[in-house]
């Protein structure tokens, strides 16, 4: 998923340009392009503990597509350490769990998520289908439905980026 957050700390000329394609606003930055301007923000702008935190997420979704993994992988957990509150953030690296098929790691993530907001739809969602790839079908399909009544394009949103059923 790609993330919103960094083009408010552009700060030069550079970095206004930079923000839209780290993250991809247009829908039409590859991921290649995506590590450079993500990398020009890292280093070249000032941004908070948050919208670095963002920007690494931005960046581990562009090194996922290049299916650099350990890259990405290291982008996310800097990330959760920049801003280890953050359910955006805890459910990114989650995410990035599933799609590895580390389902304990996307079950602390997710379970860490849900403490932070027992309510959300996404985090629910996630970890209903974390369950399911366990094989446990009945807390699956708990979580999934609780999910669903909060946000009933919740299934949409998760076939949309290849980890739905």
């Known amino acids: 998923m790609i993330l919103t957050g960094t083009q408010a700390a552009a700060q030069t000329p550079a970095a206004a340009l930079d923000a839209p394609i780290c993250e991809n606003q247009s829908g039409r930055s590859t991921p290649h392009d995506r590590v450079t301007a993500c990398t020009r923000l890292l280093d070249e702008t000032a941004l908070s503990p948050e919208q670095e935190a963002m920007t690494r997420i931005n960046r581990a979704w562009a090194y996922t597509l290049l299916h650099q993994m350990g890259d990405a992988h290291s982008e996310y957990d800097k990330a959760v350490a920049l801003d280890p509150g953050s359910q955006v953030v ?45 094989g446990d079908v009945q807390h699956g399909e708990i979580d999934m439905a609780a999910a669903r009544r909060l946000d009933s394009g919740v299934d ?10």
């Open 90 to 134: 805890l459910n990114e690296r989650a995410l990035f769990f599933l799609r590895l098929g580390d389902l304990n790691s996307a079950l602390r993530d997710y379970d860490l998520a849900l403490r932070l907001d027992p309510a959300a739809a996404y985090s629910l969602y996630g970890r209903g289908l974390t369950y399911l790839r366990k």
């Open 156 to 165: 949409t949103v998760f076939r949309n980026i290849g980890v739905g059923r």
